[in-house]
């Protein structure tokens, strides 16, 4: 078991270990498995500077389960999240944290995780843009991190859906939105000076 290295920045995927098994799942599934396209190489483009990647996740109510428990449960035969809970498993060096309602905060270690590393700013990506992802943002700011949501690595059941999430973050809370390819290696450093995206839409 490796140690954990301090950085100024880290990588949230949340709720990617899924099964999509809710109403409106079915339509979640084809922008997740595009979402994938994007997201498995950053995550491994951020491993490869030093970047943590932490795995935030529901515990769809397994109260005495662990992440290992979770991913059996997403990729079980006929689970319909099962190719991208397999597409972005987690490597060996990722963190993990188990998580009772939509964000990552609520009444979980995330904050003393983040605090070990030394993290201030955070690069967020996963499902669904309209309610984890915004719940966490929404969190993470009265937390006083710096945000970035990467719109191509995000998904809800519809454009419009993710369109006026991400519309509401940069508007309320001044959150950076951008594609993937336009954050630099230098994140773990320094501010990114990517632009912001001018067309944050989910269609890829």
């Known amino acids: ?38 997201l498995g190489p950053f995550a491994e483009r951020m491993r490869r500077a030093g970047v943590p990647v932490i795995y935030v ?6 109260w005495r389960s662990n992440f290992r428990d979770i991913y059996t449960h997403c990729t079980r035969r006929g689970s319909r999240g099962r190719d991208v809970a397999r597409a972005l498993k987690p490597r060996p060096d990722d963190y993990f944290i188990l998580k009772p309602k939509h964000s990552a905060f609520f009444a ?8 070990h590393l030394g993290t201030k700013k955070l690069i967020l990506a996963g499902l669904a843009t309209n309610l984890c992802i915004f719940f966490s943002a929404h969190d993470a700011h009265m937390h006083e991190y710096k945000l970035t949501v990467l719109s191509d690595c995000c998904a809800a059941e519809s454009d419009e859906d993710h369109d006026v999430a991400l519309s509401q973050l940069q508007r309320f809370l001044h959150v ?15 501010r990114p000076t990517a632009r912001r995206s001018s067309r944050p839409r989910q269609t890829l």
Do not use: Q
């Open 176 to 190: 950076r939105v951008c594609r993937s390819d336009e954050v630099g290696l230098h994140a773990k450093r320094r």
């Open 57 to 62: 996740n529901d515990n769809f109510g397994y």
């Open 1 to 38: 078991m490796s140690k954990s290295k301090r950085s100024d920045t880290a990588l949230l995927i949340i709720d990617v270990i899924n099964d999509l098994d809710f109403p409106g799942g079915e339509k979640v599934l084809p922008w997740a498995l595009r979402m994938v396209e994007r």
């Open 108 to 115: 979980t270690s995330l904050v003393p995780l983040l605090e």
